[in-house]
């Protein structure tokens, strides 16, 4: 765990956005439901000596992490280890608040055994939950030609998918990170390869997608978070790319217990985006319950 702790640091992205949005206040609970390392939750604890805080989180590790992060906060911190498309609270109308950040953490991305980098070398696997069957690495050497291609043109927006997909099943089987990542960057045009963003990047966005259902477990997430807020209450999300944010944007804009807060998404500040690159891409969007 110290070694967890030393070697890998995140930072939450728009706390203070957060913070407002939520109108995070004393007696309150809230539902932290990507908890991570708790930068998030441990910000809303702070506010106030009587604020609660349900966290979840799908990682065995980050609950681990975050469970002596937040020991000071005693019995205001409880804690669910799963998939918060899974979680069902005791009650209707529990929670002040919702917060869902769900952005990949920076101890899995910079993990190597966890495989979510192309950068790094480690096994192909991208499971935020390890208990489960599916990893990447099943996906790249049994899936056929046509099913990749598509999955990296719906989950990757990649425009190169079905040059991919074929390079793919042609020098397969594939077994690291690197290896994928390296044939990737040999089969696309020069132009392509030496852009902005690594060739390899929409091919693991999808990889990951897929392996941990990501779009499907914030669908269900959504349609069931607004019954357990307060009238009144707020659900914040925080996502990173385009397939998430059209989700998030449409299930706020026609669930029948929500209003929209925010017109058009919250993104970091200049300052934020140059001290944390990786919030470059972070929209925050809100919305409050209401009266049915």
Known sequence: MEKYKEEFQHKPVLCQEVLEYLNVREYGHYLDATVGLGGHAELILSRGNNIRITAIDQDELAIKFVKERLKSYGNRVT?????????????????????????????????????????????LDMRMNQSQPLTAKDIVNSWGEKELADLLFAYGEERYSRQIARMIVQKRPFYTTTQLAEA???CVPTKYRHGRIHPATRTFQALRIKV???????????????????????????????????????QFRHHPLLKIVTKKPIVPSITERNNNPRSRSAKLRVAERIHP
């Open 79 to 123: 804690f669910f280890l799963g998939n918060f498309a899974d979680f069902s609270p005791e009650n209707d109308k529990i929670f002040d608040g919702i917060i869902a950040d769900l952005g990949v953490s920076s101890p899995q991305l910079d993990n190597p055994a966890r495989g979510f980098s192309f950068r790094l070398e480690g096994d």
């Open 184 to 186: 990737i960057a040999s």
């Open 212 to 250: 941990n259902d990501e779009l499907g477990s914030l669908e269900r997430f959504l349609q069931k978070a607004p019954f357990w807020l307060k009238e009144g209450g707020r659900i914040a999300v925080i996502s990173f790319h385009s397939l998430e944010d059209r989700i998030v944007k449409n």
